[in-house]
């Protein structure tokens, strides 16, 4: 698991709150609070009877009969509900969620989506005979070598009950109750008409040892309910249509340019779109006429989308939108103009725009985004472009979750300072320490080979470096001496690399500034590669500790250490 998706929890929750009311119909400011009981979500003191229940529980199979995954097909539903981490954060979610019912076993996978996301874990509980209650245990549902603290830690989930003085006095079975086609957790205080309880209890997430006297929560829901949710069958393009690659260029709703490639398939008069929204890749079919007009039905289901921790099934939809998403109005189709001289696409009606409806829990709807102004011509070949410069560059230090590094992070997007199209297999990002370029070595890094620079393209992370889309962190271990950061993008293509402003970022004061680089860095730009090593030098060999899984922490971290000298 990668720790910079929890260090993106914390950088990007406080963005999509905004986000979150485009898509939740109803928000209760008593949902909104920061702490249980007034205070901060974190350890909590238990009372005598709420730890023998644990110390009960703990003692049972190592692993819990919840993990088994049911033997019967699951059931889509969309589960809806507001969520809160173990760091006091609030957000709402709308997962695409699986719940399969044996006999009375009822099995609901990974109800918490950030701490269970892509785990198989399973919740079990137990209909009654009229259908309409679900009783769930307090239970064991994962355990993990928790990469922050370095220990094997046992996850359970329960009613976590507090008293005034936020002291945990019990953790009880909870319940989902029936009312019509939903089911939502109902506390017996206060449950709205959309369903959603009021928190007073707190279905919580938490870690516990047999001989604790505290628990950590890490989660709990204030409110949640399930929707049975049918997906609709994706539009599959023809084995023998002929695909040809296109760049996309539109303004979102903030006005802002958004390039991406995407894949435009003809067959006879059907023409196919692969991504005509960014967030969505998967194909709408359009008919084109004799007047050259290409007809894209509304209402073309393009799968779950994922937004930060938040799934949502999606249809592509054209609409009108003067005043702002509350004001989306669809339309039966969205029409592009083809040229066959260029082969391009453009509006044919400029007020007509092309978005995401959005359905969540119970079947609420919202347009997730517009985008306007739109253009879809064929890629071409990359040529020569000078790359827009890194932005919102960053620094954050890991210490707190047991890393002895800094993350230094930025953003780059695939274009050109003149709003260019950038093929990503061309861009580059390098790092300098100081003056000099920065290369990552195997020896200080549990990498395969030195590594100078990261490409756009390419996706994943390692422990040197992370890569989401155009978000980049650089792992930089403390025991260096540097008093300033920088970054700056290559692109290549013609038989020639422009590059942009280096981004400088100050260790002191945190400020960032830009310049062009020196010559003597462009020199090692231009050599750049394992030799180039020899540019940095350690300020101290100090001994290196990493966790059983490899992973390196501080030399204050809790669990067995290998130490490397």
């Known amino acids: 698991m990668k720790k910079a998706l929890l260090l993106l929890t914390f950088i990007l929750l406080g963005f999509s709150a905004y986000a979150q009311q485009n898509i939740v119909s109803k928000f209760s400011n008593t949902l909104q609070g920061l ?230 398939a003809f067959k006879d008069n059907d023409i196919y ?60 189709n969205l029409q592009f103009i083809y040229d066959p001289e260029t082969g391009s696409f453009t509006y044919a009606d400029a007020n007509v725009y092309i978005g995401e409806l959005i359905f969540t829990g119970g079947n609420s709807r919202a347009v997730f985004t517009a985008y306007g102004e739109m253009t879809i011509s064929p890629l071409g070949q990359a040529t020569a472009a000078t790359p827009s410069n890194p932005y919102e560059v960053f620094v954050m230090d890991l210490e707190d979750y047991g890393y002895e590094q800094w993350d230094f992070g930025f953003m780059l997007d695939n274009k050109g300072v003149n709003d260019e199209y950038l093929h990503p297999e061309c861009l580059k990002a390098y790092m300098f320490m100081d003056d000099d370029l920065f290369i990552f070595s195997p020896e200080e890094y549990m990498i395969d080979g030195p590594i100078s620079c990261i490409g756009y393209d390419e996706p994943d992370s390692n422990d040197a470096y992370y890569h989401d889309g155009n978000v980049f962190d650089f792992y930089i271990n403390k025991d260096r001496n540097f008093k300033r950061l920088g970054v700056v993008a290559a692109y290549t293509a013609e038989g020639e690399t422009n590059y942009s402003e280096i981004a400088y970022l100050d260790m002191d004061t945190e400020e960032v500034t830009y310049c062009d680089l020196t010559p003597e860095q462009l020199a090692q730009l231009n050599g750049s590669n394992a030799d180039a090593i020899h540019h940095i030098t350690t300020a101290s060999v100090a001994p290196r500790h990493y966790d059983l899984s490899g992973r390196r922490v501080a030399p204050n971290a809790p669990g067995f250490h290998i130490v490397v000298k």
């Not at 039905?297 to 999606?314: D, E, H, L, R, W």
């Open 273 to 332: 779109f692969n991504g005509l929204t960014p967030e969505m890749p998967n194909w709408v079919h359009g008919t084109l006429d004799a007047n050259n007009m290409v007809t894209i039905p509304s209402n073309q289901y393009v799968g779950i989308m994922k937004y930060f921790y938040t799934y949502f099934a999606a249809l592509s939809v054209a609409g009108q939108d003067n005043n702002g998403d509350a004001n989306f109005k669809i339309v039966d």
């Open 35 to 264: 702490s249980i009981q007034g205070r901060t979500i974190s350890n909590h003191k238990m009372a005598p009877a709420a730890s023998e229940r644990l110390k009960s529980l703990s003692k049972g199979s190592r692993r819990a009969s919840s993990i088994a995954s049911p033997t019967t097909q699951p059931q889509t539903y969309a589960m809806s509900g507001y969520f809160f981490t173990y760091s006091g954060m609030a957000y709402a979610s709308g997962v695409a969620q699986q719940v399969a019912i044996e006999d009375n076993k009822v099995y609901i996978s990974n109800m918490f989506p950030i701490m269970l996301e892509d785990r198989e874990a399973w919740t079990v509980g137990e209909l009654n005979a009229d259908g309409t209650v679900i009783t769930i245990p307090v239970q064991h549902v994962y355990d993990e070598d928790w990469y922050a603290t370095g220990t094997d830690e046992k996850f359970y989930m329960g009613d976590v009950i507090f008293d005034d003085e936020a002291n945990i006095v019990d953790v009880r079975p909870f319940e989902l109750r029936k009312d019509g086609d939903l089911i939502y957790i109902d506390d017996l205080n206060d449950v709205g008409e959309d369903g959603y309880a009021v928190v007073n209890h707190h279905i919580g997430l938490f870690t516990y040892g047999e001989n604790a006297t505290d628990i950590q929560l890490y989660e709990y829901v204030a409110g949640v309910k399930f929707s049975p949710y049918a997906a609709g069958e994706l539009v599959e393009c023809p084995a023998d249509a002929r695909v040809e690659e296109y760049v996309y260029r539109s303004r979102d709703d903030y006005g802002d340019a958004v390039t991406h490639q995407l894949q435009v």
